[in-house]
């Protein structure tokens, strides 16, 4: 679906309304999962780049306690005109930001023309966590350099693994 398409949708139907559906979808999952032990429901971390950060904090947020990590990033409180209007939620992502404590790796493209450098520094000093740390990679909004990905899986790695007994 073209970005304009799925914009206009969520859009239409309230960034706030699909928002906590989709929250609601993802907790449903996680719950469903651990019913079949496929997961440890107490040991979730999240992944979320761009609109992934846009849904991802949320449920972030929601976890809890669960939380054991989350790697977001090209995302930010404020959004060019490449996007539409209605899906800026500057309130709803600083309330999910400030109720994540676990840790989080931040990740910022450093020349994002999506989302404006100074909304996301402001995104990422409102997250609540005492572990989180800002990694600034040069590039555009969609460019992803293929050490990133490895330093994003690293993150989430270590924390598992600092989570589960020796």
């Given amino acids: 679906m ?7 949708l969520i859009a239409d139907e309230g960034v706030e309304n699909v928002t906590a559906r989709m929250t609601g979808d993802w907790l449903d999952t996680i719950t469903a999962l651990a019913a079949e032990d496929l997961i440890d429901d107490a040991d979730i971390s999240v992944f979320g780049m761009s609109m992934g950060a846009r849904f991802g904090l949320p449920v972030a947020a929601a976890l809890g306690s669960r939380l054991r990590c989350a790697v977001f990033g090209k995302f930010g ?13 500057p309130g709803l992502v600083m309330t999910a930001a400030r109720a994540i404590s676990a840790p989080v790796l ?39 350099h293929p050490d990133d990905e490895a330093s994003w899986q690293e993150f989430i790695g270590r924390h598992a693994r600092a989570g589960c007994p020796a």
């Fill in 106 to 144: 931040f990740h910022v493209q450093w020349d994002d023309e999506v989302f404006p450098r100074d909304g996301q520094f402001e995104l990422f000093g409102a997250l609540a966590s005492r572990d989180k740390r800002l990694f600034a990679r040069a590039g555009r909004h969609g460019e992803t």
């Fill in 77 to 89: 409180l404020r959004q060019s005109g490449a996007l539409h209007p209605g899906l800026c939620s």
């Fill in 2 to 8: 073209e970005p304009a398409i799925y914009q206009q």
